[in-house]
């Protein structure tokens, strides 16, 4: 096995998340002659989030030369490109989220010293990668072991002094540091914000800076599915999905990060 899409799924949220979006990921294998596989077990300990950026740690992953990964909330566009078998780069695919969103440099500031990011290689034109779509190719797999290990020495020696962060996301997340790593490195190329359009962005930029009423009328629509007949939830929410369905037809992967509630729209959508 050359090249697969690979998913991480260790708990009953996030299976329920990927019930939703796997037919997607299992049309474009499908369609493209790629493996879909995903991870029912930590192969990074009790640091979850790190799972993504160990994958060739796996043994049906250790023959493979590229790898796709998804986060669970990203739908993949019926009509989306070969991203894995044209990626012709050493690097790291991914893109930025600032750029999508617009944030200020300050923001960005904030974002990385929120996290404890180790910042003694300074970066010009910093930006905050997401890390929900990645191509992972087999020559950054030591770059990835080497982040995550200097990433675990900051984590102990944190937990050993006073100076620590109530919300414990802080010491799980992985984003700040591979997103900074990547950058100080010279280790990604962007593939484009198409092949990671972040849903709420999206939104924001094409629908309405307003997000609070769509919001509303997405968490009725996750409360209510597969509790009501599911031609009258169709109908209650016929506009909310048919807006979900634009987003994703401007998209290769469309990733809902952040609320989930908006995912459920998406349901059946590409079956």
């Not at 006073?162 to 900074?180: C, I, L, M, T």
Request: a positive charge.
């Amino acid at each position: 096995m050359d090249k697969a899409i690979v998913g991480v799924c260790c708990d009953a949220r996030q299976r329920r998340i990927l019930e939703v979006t796997f037919p997607s990921w299992r049309e474009y294998g499908k369609r493209h002659g790629l493996p879909v596989i995903v991870l029912e077990r930590s192969h990074a300990g009790e640091d979850f989030y790190w799972n993504k950026h160990l994958l060739y740690r796996v043994p049906e992953l250790r023959a493979a030369q590229r790898l796709l990964f998804l986060d669970n909330d990203v739908f993949v566009n019926p009509n989306a490109g070969p991203l894995l078998e044209e990626w012709d780069s050493p690097l790291i695919g991914a893109t930025a989220e600032s750029t999508q969103a617009g944030w200020s440099p300050e923001f960005i500031a904030r974002y990385y010293a929120e996290y404890a990011v180790d910042q003694s290689s300074p970066v010009p034109d910093l930006q905050i990668i997401n890390t929900g779509v990645l191509v992972i190719p087999r020559e950054q797999a030591e770059f990835l072991e080497c982040v995550y290990q200097r990433w675990r020495e900051r984590k102990n020696a944190r937990e050993k002094s006073a100076a620590k962060s109530r919300d414990p996301f802080v010491h799980a997340a992985d984003q700040p540091h591979v997103s900074y790593a990547l950058q100080a490195e010279h280790r990604s190329k962007d593939f484009g914000p198409c092949s990671n359009t972040l849903w709420w962005h999206w939104y924001r930029q094409h629908i309405s800076s307003r997000q609070m009423p769509f919001l509303l009328r997405s968490k009725a629509a996750a409360l209510t599915s597969g509790r009501i007949p599911r031609k009258l939830w169709r109908a209650l929410f016929r506009r909310e999905r048919a807006t979900f369905a634009r987003g994703l037809a401007s998209a290769d992967f469309l990733h809902v990060a952040g609320s989930k509630s908006s995912l459920f729209l998406g349901e059946g959508c590409c079956q």
